[in-house]
């Protein structure tokens, strides 16, 4: 967290030949309770009760709270009772994970101003009732990624130290008990926006450490990238990503943007334009980054993320503004392919301080919507997406389906001719697998955690939703 904040089943139909279209309608303007509801800044989504459909969690920076927002299966929330937490000091970021392994969501907090890193265990049914402390030592404790940092198979977390100019980790040994903090980079001052993910394809989580500092002076900021060796040692790139080239680094993510099977760097600049580093493998530790800058009318990008909106399989950029004023609060940009973006389209005008914002198909449509919290406003807002298919005409009637639905072991198809391309959301949008299958090949989705996932058939341009028992 940065603390500057800008006065700021089978399933019959016909396929028509059909081209999408994508809008996004504000479904929900949630207000959080006014005793500990106050600067939502950190929002996360995941399941927390015990059905299928996609939670909130949302954390104060004055407020210092941590709230949960049940979804009533339609993609309509209400904020629980209870918080799950009302000692925290300024909330810096929360995550949602099942960290000891008893199949049940678990929400991750820190705590900014007294460097405290906290997990609640979840009963299964979204009931919280113990504070696990994991650390007292984490000075500005802000960002959380809970990945297998060590290789064995457990959920360790990554947290930054924005006061105390460090990114750390600890590892967890797989019932939610915690070592000693270790040290992912202390070089980097004020790291304000961090990212994790294999940067260089060797089958572990690297780390991407961006600086936020002496914010309106320009050129001050790095980027860098840290590569682990498999058991959680991290060595910097030689070659930094970026150097005295930014201002006020606000996030930073990875993704494969322009398709090219290599992981690229997003990052946003409150006082400049989101950009995205093209990462050039040279050889084992080091790699050439070219950057390339997309417009925008936000003055003060805040938050992105890279998400297929439009269901065409190619993940679309997605910002949020920093700005208290008027203008647009959440803006997207289709993705053309190779890294080329289309103009900005509006998705929402009316918050304040949209600085960040969760995605997942809140309604079981099949497709992904959008959860931001105002921090001027004190609420939550939800933006259902309203994806449809538009054009009737070259009408080629055929049946498609899948079956058993739900299915423990096999997907089974209907309809196919030719081998066919398949691919594989969560339901928090990520893809989990992209293949071809032939004519009569089933689908074999047994070692697929149990829950509801998203399945397009990318010929026919159509989605499916099953459910792994």
Partial sequence: ???????????????????????????????????????????????????????????????????????????????????????????????????????????????????????????????????????????????????????????????????????????????????????????IASPGAFAVDDMDGDGDIDAVIANSVNYGTPNDSRIEVFYNDGSGVFTADTNPVADNTKDYIFSIMVADVDNDSNLDILVTDLLGAPSWFKRIPVAPGTAAYVETLISTSIANPACLDLRDLDNDSLDDFVLSSATAGAGNDIVWFKNNGAGSFGPEIMIDNTQSQAYTFTFADFDLDSDLDIASVAYNDDSVNIFINQFYTLSLENSSMEYLGIYPNPTSNFLNFKGQNNDFKVVIYDILGKKILNTTLGVDQALNVSSFESGVYILKLIDQNQTFKFVKE
């Fill in 1 to 187: 967290m940065k603390k500057w904040h800008l006065t700021f089943f089978c399933v019959l139909f016909i396929i028509f030949g059909i081209s999408g279209q994508t809008t996004f309608n504000l479904s929900q303007s949630i207000l959080l309770p006014a005793v500990g509801g106050d600067a939502p800044y950190n929002v996360a989504s995941g399941l927390i009760d015990n059905d299928a459909f996609t939670d909130i969690v949302v954390g104060t920076s004055i407020g210092n709270s941590i709230f949960w927002l049940k979804n009533d299966t339609n993609g309509n929330f209400s904020v629980q009772t209870t918080p799950i937490s009302s000692t925290m000091n300024s909330v810096g970021g929360v995550a949602i994970a099942d960290l000891n392994n008893d199949g049940f969501n678990d929400v991750i907090a820190t705590s900014y101003f007294d460097g405290k890193v906290v997990w609640f265990p979840n009963d299964g049914l979204g009931n919280f009732t113990v504070e696990n402390v994991i650390s007292t030592l984490v000075d500005g404790a802000g960002q959380i990624y809970a990945r297998d940092i060590d290789g064995n198979s457990t959920l360790d977390l990554a947290i930054s130290a924005y006061l105390g100019d460090e990114v750390v980790w600890f590892a967890n040994n797989g019932s939610g008990i915690f070592g000693n903090k270790n040290i992912i980079d202390n070089t």
